[in-house]
Antibody
């Protein structure tokens, strides 16, 4: 069956880089868009960006040049990297499948604090 | 960016009651390809969001048919015909027509 699971650090220091991996099973990354969405106390649910089935990406300009999304189809993994972290980036980060996100991971809680 | 305004912010209902949630967009969500990328999600306490309705009115597989969606352009509605206890949580509308995709602020459904 379809499964998505995010893994990443629970705590990141301000100005550092966040790296999260979304490992999927039950479908092919070459057949679906994969989105990254976060949920923060300050802004609620925010769309961060996606990687298309063909491998191209699109990002929310809110994150300017801080954000990068990539994938390794051989490992069924999608990656999020965001640098220059701020305390406001504290929240739960989700990967989700598809243009209409039909499957979501459990989310990974990230706290940005020194 | 497209702003999605959900009302009401909180909804109190009894079991079996029918309720509706409104989602109004600051721009038309009709895409040039003819689709309207307006979806509804439910986030139960402590859980990830789950897809209920996609493309305005299409019921996601496995979702009970007491859920229905309607609307066009800028005005959309989610209806629950006979609330059940498992329906409690926060409902979100989300649009995927205009980048960046955006979410409504949510409507919390509580038991009266």
């Amino acid at each position: 069956q379809v499964q998505l699971k995010e893994t990443g650090p629970g705590l990141v220091q301000p100005t550092q880089t966040l790296s999260i991996t979304c490992t999927v099973s039950g479908f092919s990354l070459t057949s679906y868009y994969m989105q990254w969405v976060r949920q923060t106390p300050g802004k609620g649910l925010e769309w961060m960006g996606f990687i298309r089935s063909g491998g191209s990406t699109e990002y929310n300009s809110e994150f300017k040049s801080r954000l990068s999304i990539s994938r390794d189809t051989s490992k069924n993994q999608v990656f999020l990297k965001m640098n220059s972290l701020k305390t406001e980036d504290t929240g739960v980060y989700y990967c989700a499948r598809g243009v209409q996100p039909d499957y979501w991971g459990q989310g990974v809680m990230v706290t940005v604090s020194s | 960016d497209v702003v999605l305004t959900q009302t009401p912010p909180t909804l109190s209902a009894t079991i079996g009651q029918s309720v509706s949630i409104s989602c109004r967009s600051s721009q038309s969500l009709l895409h040039s390809n003819g689709n309207t990328y307006l979806h509804w999600l439910l986030q139960r306490p402590g859980q990830s969001p789950q897809l209920l309705i996609y493309l305005v009115s299409r019921l996601e597989s496995g979702v009970p048919n007491r859920f229905s969606g309607s609307g066009s352009g800028t005005d959309f509605t989610l209806k629950i015909s006979g609330v059940e206890a498992e329906d409690l949580g926060v409902y979100y509308c989300v649009q995927g027509t205009h980048a960046p995709y955006t979410f409504g602020a949510g409507t919390k459904l509580e038991l009266k």
